[in-house]
């Protein structure tokens, strides 16, 4: 077997532990409904159970970090694939220290689905190793991507923390505005993760179904010597593309649902690499993660904020806004290091300038400024319990688009992090 077969083998091994964990933390909670003569003893038992299995999983990423670093011959973060795979490496590191921190199993089920969500996700991204890119080719790689990841992956624990938090305290038999308005967010931020998930199901359905379209497009650039340039490029497909590129001509298509022709056409003010593409995949994670919900919705038949929320009662509200905030306060400097300070030393050693208002460094500096608030207003304002609970719920989102939306969507000096 090959380092490279190696290394997925234990990312494979370490995604499914973490669904066991995962599962285990739920038996730990649900459990103590189940009309034990013990609840407490229960939860202990199985949460300690679940978090052993946790580590395992949290093992074996570790062991397919470095053996992917072994096969390539530089730190495995050089693309969207590696550094989502070493987010949700982090982020069930910064799990483990926060739950050895407070001893609380519920944390595990909504932190071990942040884990499971960001490696699934990784594992859609072309998996190959390649040969780092000029401007990567830095010990500044190892430094900026790693603390930088560190830190979003205690904002990550934190969202996961005041997610929890929100379902404990809404009033879902409340029929007043606020009690709607509140129960609406909570919604809204489960069906945006529901649309990751429908995306992930969507890409493995197709893959194992091997599905295939490819396009060809014409694309301008300027070449060195400042002249013009056309070519003709090639757009591949994994999903049945309702959006083709922009005055694009088709090469082949796979039939699906009698579609043999993409029905609609990117608008030509799409600018970007993949721009067809891209504009297709955001389509087609928006309509999975709606027939994902509508069916959940379907089998519940109640929102599926209701549906959590009982699991949260007997679970003391203020620990849980406390573990958030203290999972931020420990990411904030750590992200502070790495995604700016560093981040802009390595800028001034590749580009010769410490700012350039690349979308990559604004939303960076976006994400810091929003979790600055977030901290001013816990300390100075008094800020707690759902005010800081939607605010770190609402900050992970903001991380989340400054990692895939940004590299995905917007053009710029970072795209190189998209491939």
């Known amino acids: 077997m090959s380092t490279s077969s190696l290394s997925s083998t234990f990312l494979l091994i370490a995604f499914f532990v973490y669904c066991i964990a995962f599962l285990l933390f739920v038996v730990s909670i649900a459990g103590k409904r189940w009309g034990h003569n013990d609840p407490e003893r229960h939860v202990k038992k199985w949460g300690n159970i679940a978090f052993s299995f946790a580590v395992i999983g949290f093992l074996s990423h570790v062991t397919f970090f470095f053996t992917r670093w072994y096969e390539g011959g530089h730190i495995p973060t050089s693309n969207m694939y590696e550094f989502m795979t070493f987010l949700g490496m982090m982020i069930s590191l910064a799990f483990i220290i926060v739950y050895l921190l407070y001893r609380t199993p519920v944390l595990g089920m909504f932190a071990t689905p942040v884990s499971i969500i960001i490696v699934a996700y990784a594992s859609v991204f072309p998996h190959d190793i390649q040969p780092l890119i000029p401007a990567l080719q830095s010990y500044w790689l190892k430094i900026h991507v790693t603390t930088a990841a560190a830190g979003e992956a205690f904002f990550g624990v934190g969202f996961a923390a005041g997610l929890m938090y929100l379902l404990r305290t809404v009033n879902y038999q409340g029929t007043s505005d606020k009690d709607r308005k509140e129960q609406r967010g909570i919604e809204f931020t489960l069906f945006v993760l529901l649309i990751i998930v429908g ?21 301008t650039f300027t070449d060195k010597s400042g002249q013009e340039q056309t070519i003709d490029q090639k757009v591949d497909y994994v999903l049945p593309p309702l959006f083709k590129p922009y005055q694009a001509e088709q090469i082949e298509m796979k039939p699906f649902l009698g579609m043999s022709t993409a029905p609609l056409e990117a608008p030509y003010w799409m600018k970007g690499a993949n721009a067809g593409r891209k504009l297709n995949t955001t389509v087609w994670s928006l309509l999975s993660g709606i027939i994902l919900y509508a069916l959940l919705r379907l089998i519940a038949r109640k929102p599926l904020g209701a549906v959590i929320s009982p699991l949260m009662g007997g679970i003391d509200a203020e620990d849980i806004d406390e573990i958030s905030y203290r999972a931020i306060a420990i990411g904030y400097p750590i992200f502070t290091l790495g995604a700016l300070i560093f981040a802009m030393i390595w800028a001034a050693e590749a580009w010769g300038r410490f700012w350039g208002w690349d979308p990559k460094e604004v939303w960076a500096l976006i994400t810091w400024l929003f979790y600055a608030a977030y901290l001013h207003l816990r300390l100075s304002r008094g800020w707690q319990g759902k005010k800081s609970s939607w605010l770190a719920v609402l900050g992970f989102i903001v991380v989340m688009f400054t990692l895939v939306g940004v590299n995905l969507v917007i053009a710029g000096l970072h795209s190189y992090a998209g491939v």
């Open 199 to 219: 995306f992930v199901t969507a890409i493995f359905s197709f893959n194992a179904s091997g599905y295939h379209a490819q396009f060809s497009e014409k694309v």
